[in-house]
C-alpha cells in the first residue's frame, strides 16, 4: 500500500528564517514521483516542487528545495527565507508506476510565519 | 493561463437536490480526479478517470457518480445532496506518471468549489 506520511500538523517559523516541513513516504515501487503543493486560505492547490525517485540530485524550485533521502524514504521541503505569504497548508503527495493514475497526499502541516 | 476550470466556485444547495459540479482541462490530459476537501483529513479521492467513459471508485464513491463524456471534461454528480456532503471540491488532472518527462506529470487543480448543502 501507498502511504505519506506529514507528522507536524502545525509549525511556526520566524520571517526571513528557514524551516523544514517532514514527509515521509512507503512504496515498493522503483519508479515514484514526490510532489509539495501549497494550498492558501484561498483554497487553491499550487504546484510547488517535483523530485523523480531516479534524480540525482535534489530538486530546487526558488526558494523551496526538496531534501530527498531515498534510503530514508523521506521528502522533506525546505523553505529559505520565509516570508509572510508563506504562510499556508503545505501537502505532500506520491505517485508511482503501478498506480499511475492514483495520487496519494499526506495530511498535511500548516505553516505560519511570524513577522 | 487557467488550465483546470471548475465550473462554480461557491454552490448553496437543499437537501435533496441533485447538484453537478462540472471540470474542464485544457492539457490533453488522460486523468481526471474529483477529490473532498475537510478540515483535518485532507484530501480524499472521490472518484478518478483514466479514460473517456472509464472511472474508478476513490476512497469515498458513496453518495456520489461522475461522468466523462469527452477527454475536457469530468463532472461530479450528487443525486440526492444532503448535510454532511458540505464541503471543499477540487478537481485535478494529470498525464499518467512514466508517460512523460520530468514534471510534466504534475497533478493540476483547479480552484476547487466550495458546497453547501441546507
Known amino acids: 500500500a501507498q502511504k505519506i506520511t506529514q507528522t507536524q500538523p502545525g509549525m511556526f517559523v520566524q520571517e526571513k528564517e528557514a524551516v523544514t516541513l517532514d514527509c515521509t513516504y512507503d512504496t515498493s515501487d522503483p519508479s515514484y514521483g514526490l510532489f509539495w503543493y501549497k494550498q492558501p486560505s484561498s483554497g487553491e492547490m499550487i504546484f510547488l516542487i517535483y523530485q523523480g525517485s531516479y534524480d540525482q540530485q535534489n530538486a530546487t524550485e526558488g526558494r523551496y528545495s526538496l531534501n530527498f533521502q531515498k534510503a530514508r524514504k523521506s521528502a522533506n521541503l525546505v523553505i529559505s527565507a520565509s516570508q509572510l505569504g508563506d504562510s499556508a497548508m503545505y501537502f505532500c503527495a506520491m505517485v508511482s508506476v503501478t498506480t499511475g493514475n492514483q495520487f496519494y497526499f499526506g495530511t498535511g502541516t500548516s505553516l505560519t510565519v511570524i513577522p | 493561463d487557467v488550465k483546470v476550470t471548475q465550473s462554480s466556485r461557491y454552490l448553496v444547495k437543499r437537501t435533496g437536490e441533485k447538484v453537478f459540479l462540472e471540470c474542464v482541462q485544457d492539457m490533453d490530459h488522460e486523468n481526471m480526479f474529483w477529490y473532498r476537501q475537510d478540515p483535518g483529513l485532507g484530501l480524499r479521492l472521490i472518484y478518478f478517470s483514466y479514460d473517456v467513459k472509464m472511472k474508478e471508485k476513490g476512497d469515498i464513491p458513496e453518495g456520489y457518480s461522475v461522468s466523462r463524456e469527452k477527454k475536457e471534461r469530468f463532472s461530479l454528480i450528487l443525486e440526492s445532496a444532503s448535510t454532511n456532503q458540505t464541503s471543499m471540491y477540487l478537481c485535478?488532472?494529470?498525464?499518467?506518471?512514466?508517460?512523460?518527462?520530468?514534471?510534466?506529470?504534475?497533478?493540476?487543480f483547479g480552484a476547487g468549489s466550495r458546497l453547501t448543502v441546507l
Open positions: 485535478a488532472s494529470s498525464a499518467t506518471f512514466g508517460t512523460a518527462g520530468a514534471g510534466a506529470n504534475v497533478l493540476t
